[in-house]
């Protein structure tokens, strides 16, 4: 392969990863510290294409829509919390996946009363419509350069509050061990909500970026719950870190997946959790146990 | 499903009297058996999708079925109609379930579906077990009229194969010497891109890489690059719904389009030009419909379906209108008697059909011959250009009737 697209199939990759980690983050955090499978994390990723899609027909703006779609989606999961996850924190595994199974159903026959099945197109925001010339035939649009900006800022944000604030100190804390810090005085429940919230809150923000790549379609959320999981169990459930690391693999492995070995391209990306989870079980940064 | 009020007439005592091509040679003789035939109401079972992603290409279909029936009074060979509808769910897995319950349970005359490739390839399967007459108003799955063509099975839309040829013949005419194609993996994809293939080697053209993306994946960046570092002469692909949305944008931002012409089928164009915006303008597709067709017949029938459901026309709507005028021209020839099928569907074979797309007839694998026309995106409008293909019928080799 020419080293020239050689470097831009890595850029692929590398901007695919990042476009995975925004939507996988939300997951890994609401899977390893609440303990709680969300199936319905796809059907955030959803309503906030879809809310995307909504206000920015209406204030012609991504920005606007995202500020409006976002406290929105935060409610959302807010209440998704404390009406339903809630009662299920010491439920087993089962029965969490019957009723985000439940949510999935629900959500989706919504989204086709108030929308409809047709697909619909979010424009690029003006300032980045533009695109760069890479070789004579191909060039880069500069808003999927300024979404993997975005990835990289909020990999950033997240690490500085969960390693230094004391928010952070919390969720590491509950995750490990809840009774603990609950002894400590500490509210847990409180936490609980909030960070599922924020779990659904990232997923609705991811949907919400995405939308002008990806365009806004029924199923769409189905479509990158697996692939979500898939990162979640390679990182280590529960590891910010790992999640990140994981949606690069897994950005690399599906865009080179496609080029060198097209007839398998559809399990390159599970030959890598194969084989990484026959060498480290518990995922790349995992605790083991 | 929604069932109407029933009707305990059992067709199998109707089949006794008249089963057979003389007693239906002798209905047109003597008044009597027909008279009978009108008192049962002939039972009509639309396995369509009603619900899911498909819905609006189901109620098209139906609504356009009706409608042709209803120009003729509403009745079938002079037999009143009912219709059973079955919403299929766009569900293969309950395909073969949901026929049987049509044609086995409910008994229906004739069986109409469906939108969905795999759901039809399972009802081609039990019209062929139960001899049951079964008419495709869209799927294009090669098999139904190739190597599981049958008597009883006709399709009154396309098969994959069809759209594509036109599309590569056009790009060959225009001095394209190799080409591209990218598709999904899977069976709808291969025919498309097949279809391409011949059209574009009867011009000398040669595919040189076919690109697949595992189905329903919609991350085409890599293959985008793919292709830049080819660079071939033009780019065939074949994608549906949210991927034909995305691909057609992504083309576009990569800048691929100033550089290498972008063809498909209409499909790539239908229902998805508002989504895909700009990025489709300009865009050359293939298909046996496009809605600014002149012909009489046409006009007549965006009046007529826009006066009878407030809707636009698409292509659905004319498969399924068409539907409808090839059954009133069969049953109207055995004075409404399903039963007769060796002049039942002699009649349909024969029938000139005079639809919206311009008169088409069946071949002997029972799928249109039919013209293709190029089109292209105007101001967010597929726009007719010319006639690609005239009377272009589908590659019969697999099919036994043929």
Redesign the interface.
């Known amino acids: 392969?020419?080293p020239l697209?050689f470097l831009?199939?890595v850029l692929?990759?590398v901007?695919?990863g990042l476009l995975l980690f925004l939507i996988a983050s939300g997951l890994t955090l609401v899977f390893g510290i609440l303990q709680v499978i969300n199936l319905a994390h796809g059907s955030f990723y959803m309503i906030g294409a879809y809310l995307a899609f909504w206000l920015t027909a209406r204030s012609g703006s991504l920005w606007i829509a995202i500020l409006g779609g976002l406290p929105l989606a935060l409610l959302l999961g807010f209440a998704v919390e404390r009406l339903m996850i809630r009662f299920l924190y010491k439920r087993d595994h089962l029965t969490q996946v019957l009723l985000t199974y439940g949510l999935i159903l629900i959500l989706n026959e919504a989204q086709?009363l108030i929308f409809?099945?047709?697909?619909?197109?979010v424009?690029v925001p003006e300032i980045f419509a533009g695109?760069i010339?890479l070789?004579?035939?191909?060039?880069?649009?500069v808003?999927?350069l300024a979404v993997s900006g975005i990835c990289l800022i909020l990999v950033i944000l997240m690490m500085v509050v969960i390693q230094t604030t004391r928010l952070g100190m919390y969720i590491r804390a509950g995750s490990v061990n809840r009774e603990m810090v609950q002894l400590l005085g500490v509210d847990v429940q409180r936490l609980c909500t909030l960070v599922f919230a924020a779990g659904a809150g990232l997923a609705a923000f991811a949907g919400m970026v995405a939308a002008p790549l990806?365009?806004?379609?029924?199923?769409?959320g189905e479509?990158i719950l697996i692939i979500c999981f898939v990162i979640v169990v390679i990182g280590g459930i529960g590891s910010i870190k790992g999640a990140f690391i994981a949606a690069l693999l897994v950005g690399l492995a599906?865009?080179?997946g496609?080029?060198a070995v097209?007839e398998f391209?559809?399990m390159s990306v599970y030959a890598v959790m194969a084989a990484i989870l026959l060498w480290r079980p518990q995922g790349l940064f995992g605790r083991a146990g | 499903m929604t069932r109407h009020s029933s009707d305990k007439t059992l067709p199998m005592s109707r089949r006794a009297v008249l089963g057979g091509a003389a007693a239906a040679a002798a209905a047109s003789t003597f008044p009597a058996p027909a008279v009978r035939a009108q008192g049962a109401k002939i039972k009509i079972g639309l396995m369509l999708p009603y619900s899911g992603t498909y819905a609006a290409l189901g109620n098209n279909i139906a609504d356009g079925m009706m409608l042709a029936i209803n120009e003729k009074g509403g009745k079938l060979g002079g037999r009143e109609v009912r219709y059973v509808k079955l919403d299929d769910e766009s569900e293969p897995a309950k395909g073969a379930q949901n026929a049987n319950k049509l044609v086995v349970g409910e008994k229906v005359d004739i069986l109409v579906g469906t939108v969905h490739s795999g759901v039809a390839a399972a009802m081609v399967q039990v019209a062929r077990e139960e001899q049951a007459t079964l008419l495709i108003p869209n799927a294009g799955v090669g098999d139904a009229t190739g190597k599981l063509c049958a008597p009883n099975i006709f399709r009154t839309s396309f098969s994959n194969w069809q759209p594509g040829f036109p599309m590569g013949k056009v790009a060959a005419e225009m001095g394209h010497k190799n080409a591209v194609t990218i598709t999904w993996k899977y069976a709808a994809g291969e025919e498309s891109t097949q279809g391409f293939k011949d059209g574009f080697a009867t011009g000398g053209g040669k595919v040189t890489n076919d690109l697949r993306v595992p189905f329903p994946d919609v991350e085409f960046q890599a293959l985008l690059t793919e292709i830049a570092s080819i660079k071939p002469d033009c780019v065939y692909t074949f994608f549906a719904g949210g991927g034909a949305v995305k691909f057609v944008k992504d083309y576009d931002a990569a800048g691929l389009k100033k550089s290498i012409p972008l063809y498909g089928p209409g499909f790539l164009t239908d229902g998805t030009l508002q989504a895909q915006g700009a990025s489709a303008d300009g865009l050359l597709t293939t298909l046996h419909y496009v809605e600014d067709l002149p012909n009489p017949i046409n006009q007549k029938f965006k009046a007529d379906f826009q006066k009878a459901t407030s809707r636009p026309v698409d292509v659905y709507a004319v498969q399924g209108y068409d539907t409808g005028q090839v059954l009133v021209h069969g049953l109207t020839a055995v004075k409404g008697d399903a039963a007769a099928k060796k002049d039942f569907y002699a009649a349909m074979k024969g029938y000139k059909v005079p639809s919206p797309r311009g008169e088409w007839t069946f071949s002997k694998s029972q799928n249109p011959v039919q013209d293709f026309y190029l089109r292209k995106v105007v101001g967010g409008e597929n726009r007719y250009q010319k006639i690609a293909v005239k009377a272009l019928a589908e590659p019969t080799d697999a099919c036994k009737m043929a």
Do not use: C, E, W
Request: charged fraction near 15%; avoid cysteine.
């Open positions: 392969m020419d697209f831009i199939q692929n990759g901007q695919y086709r409809g099945s047709d697909v619909h197109g424009p695109s010339q070789t004579d035939t191909l060039s880069y649009p808003y999927r990806s365009s806004v379609y029924p199923g769409i479509h599906d865009t080179f496609k080029i097209p391209a559809s």
